[in-house]
C-alpha cells in the first residue's frame, strides 16, 4: 500500500474553506501521483549545528550517499566541540561540503537565515533543511526534492499525516507537539499537519517570496514563520510522511524558553493578521460605504438643480 501525501493546492474562486487558510487548501494523494520527472536543479543541503560532534561526521556520509549531486552547507555556530572542524576534515575528503562557522550561538532561525541565504546568492534552485542529530532519514531527501520538481513550492517530511511516526518518544512529548501544531494550526489558519517539521525542501523563489531575510524567530518557531509566510504568499505546500527518529548521542537544544517564543510569537500572528483585521474590516466597508452615500447625494443634489432652474 502506497503512503499518502498531503498536498496543499492554490484556492480556486468557487472553494469554500471552513476557516481562513491563507490561499492554500489541503488534500491527499498518492505518491506516485505526486512524483515529478527529475530535473537539474541546483540543489543545496542547509544543516545548523552546535555541539553536533558526534554526529556531524554520520550525517554528512549519510547525504552523500542518498544524494551524491547535491551540495552541502554546515552552519556552525562555534561549537566548542569541534562540530566545525570534523565537517570540514569529512569536507576535504568527500567534496562538494561548506563550513559556514559563525562567531557564536546564535539561534536555529538565524542559521537557517544565513544558510539560504548563502544559498540563494550563489543560483541554487532548491534548498534542503536537515537536522544534524540523524533524527532526519537522509534517504527521504530525494523524495522531498522530487515533490518540488514536480511542481511544488515547498515539501515538508511531516510525521502527523498516513504513514507518519514517532516511534520513541515518550506520550508527554507526544501531546506537547501534537497541542502546538494544533495550536499554530488553528491560531494561524493554516491546513499543514506538522507545522514545526525541520526537515523541509524549498524552491528558493518561494524562500523570496515569503521574504525570510526578514523572519524574526530565533528558535525552532522559525519553521512555523517561514510555513506561514509562505502559505500568506500563496505558495503550493506538499507533506511527506516520515518516520522521526529521536537522538541518541548528544542533547536537545529545545528549551522551555525557545517553546515560550513559539507560543507567543503564533499568538501574536494570530492577533495581529486574523483578530485585527476582522476588527478593522467592518470600518474600511463602512468607510466605502460612507464614499457611495455622499457620492449619491452629490448625484441627487445635481438633479434637483438641473430641474429646479429655471430657463
Not at 490561499?23 to 537539474?40: A, L, P
Amino acid at each position: 500500500m502506497t503512503p499518502s501525501i498531503a498536498v496543499a493546492l492554490p484556492f480556486r474562486p468557487n472553494d469554500r474553506p471552513s476557516a481562513p487558510t491563507h490561499g492554500v487548501r489541503s488534500r491527499t494523494v498518492n505518491e506516485e501521483q505526486s512524483h515529478g520527472e527529475e530535473d537539474s536543479a541546483r540543489v543545496l543541503i542547509v544543516t545548523p549545528t552546535y555541539e553536533e560532534a558526534p554526529n556531524i561526521a554520520e550525517l554528512l556520509r549519510r547525504i552523500r550517499g542518498a544524494v551524491p549531486g547535491a551540495d552541502i552547507l554546515v552552519v556552525d555556530d562555534a561549537s566548542p566541540d569541534g562540530t566545525g572542524a570534523i565537517a570540514r576534515e569529512v569536507a576535504s575528503e568527500l567534496s562538494c561540503i561548506d563550513v559556514l562557522q559563525r562567531d557564536g550561538k546564535d539561534g536555529l532561525g538565524s542559521a537557517y537565515r544565513a544558510g539560504f541565504g548563502y544559498g540563494i546568492a550563489r543560483g541554487y534552485d532548491v534548498l534542503i533543511q536537515i537536522d544534524a542529530d540523524l533524527s532526519h532519514d537522509a534517504e527521504v531527501i530525494p523524495k522531498l526534492c522530487a515533490l518540488i520538481s514536480g511542481g511544488a513550492d515547498v515539501a515538508i517530511g511531516s510525521r502527523y499525516i498516513t504513514g507518519g511516526s514517532i516511534p520513541h518518544w515518550p506520550w508527554y512529548r507526544r501531546v506537547l507537539s501534537r497541542y502546538g501544531n494544533f495550536y499554530a494550526c488553528f491560531v494561524l489558519g493554516l491546513p499543514i499537519h506538522d507545522t514545526t517539521s525541520g526537515f523541509r525542501a524549498y524552491r528558493a523563489s518561494a524562500l523570496e517570496s515569503a521574504h525570510y531575510e526578514t523572519t524574526r524567530a530565533k528558535g525552532y518557531g522559525f519553521q512555523i514563520e517561514t510555513a506561514y509566510r509562505a502559505s500568506l504568499a500563496g505558495t503550493s505546500v506538499v507533506e511527506y510522511p516520515i518516520c522521526f527518529l529521536d537522538r541518541i548521542r548528544g542533547y536537545s537544544k529545545m528549551t522551555w524558553k525557545i517553546a515560550a517564543e513559539e507560543l507567543l510569537l503564533v499568538t501574536w500572528w494570530g492577533i495581529r493578521d486574523r483578530l485585527l483585521t476582522r476588527i478593522r474590516k467592518p470600518d474600511a466597508a463602512n468607510r466605502q460605504k460612507q464614499v457611495e452615500r455622499r457620492s449619491m447625494i452629490s448625484q441627487a443634489a445635481r438633479l434637483f438643480r438641473r430641474h429646479t432652474v429655471r430657463p
